[in-house]
């Protein structure tokens, strides 16, 4: 059964560079697309952007200057970078394995999420 | 377009049958993708494709699509269906991201 396990800083000052890293266990990359989803408190759902085990990366266009999401595929992870974070960046960030095959497109396994509250 | 649209809350006795909508023009190509999230928790995938249930997801959630507008249904609604719902699709304008509605929070009553 794949689990994914996030971790990363969780308090960060205007300005700096946010950083987070999900761990694949117990399955591999390959014919999925890996995700990094937020969610302000009390608010919805944000897709921040995806790589496929390919390493294409696609990113939602509100936040594509600021984010690069990488693979490692030797340590089974792949992480999240978002520079130059305000008090918007403020969320729980989750990271998700994502099966894309028209017409089926889904988030079958999430990590638990981390907070992540960007403060002066 | 790459919206989706829930409607913000729905509201149902314990025991009787609700449906969750979601309305986008994605939901002609892809299939919907439904989501529960309880407070603190991080979302559960309860439906995708055509009508399927995850293991573990009980058989009274189901879901279907008519043009652009899916629906989650549950029959016999419980107590701890009580959540926020999200659907979720692939946006279709050629850039290939991914979407989510806002939210549905469902009371049971």
């Known amino acids: 059964q794949v689990q994914l396990q996030q971790w990363g800083a969780g308090l960060l000052k205007p300005s700096e560079t946010l950083s987070l890293t999900c761990a694949v266990h117990g399955g591999s990359f390959s014919g999925f697309y890996w995700t990094w989803i937020r969610q302000p408190l009390g608010k919805g759902l944000e897709w921040i952007g995806e790589?496929?085990?390919?390493?294409?990366?696609t990113y939602n266009p509100s936040l594509q200057s600021r984010v690069t999401i990488s693979l490692d595929t030797s340590r089974n992870q792949f992480s999240l970078k978002v520079n130059s974070v305000a008090a918007a960046d403020t969320a729980v960030y989750y990271c998700?394995?994502?099966?894309?095959?028209?017409?089926?497109?889904?988030?079958?396994?999430w990590g638990k999420g981390t907070t992540v509250t960007v403060s002066s | 377009s790459s919206d989706l649209t829930q409607d913000p809350a729905v509201s149902v006795a314990l025991g009787q049958t609700v449906r969750i909508t979601c309305q986008g023009d994605s939901l002609r190509n892809y299939y919907a993708t439904w989501y529960q999230q309880k407070p603190g928790q991080a979302p559960l995938l309860v439906i995708c494709?055509?009508?399927y249930r995850p293991s573990g997801i009980p058989d009274r959630f189901s879901g279907s699509t008519s043009g652009n507008t899916a629906s989650l249904t549950i029959t016999g609604t419980q107590a701890e269906d009580e959540a926020d719902y999200y659907c979720n699709s692939r946006d279709t304008s050629g850039n290939q991201l991914g979407v989510f509605g806002g939210g549905t929070r469902l009371t049971v009553l």
């Open positions: 998700a394995r994502t099966k894309v095959l028209l017409p089926y497109y889904y988030m079958d396994v």
């Open positions: 790589i496929h085990h390919s390493g294409i990366t």
């Open positions: 494709g055509k009508n």
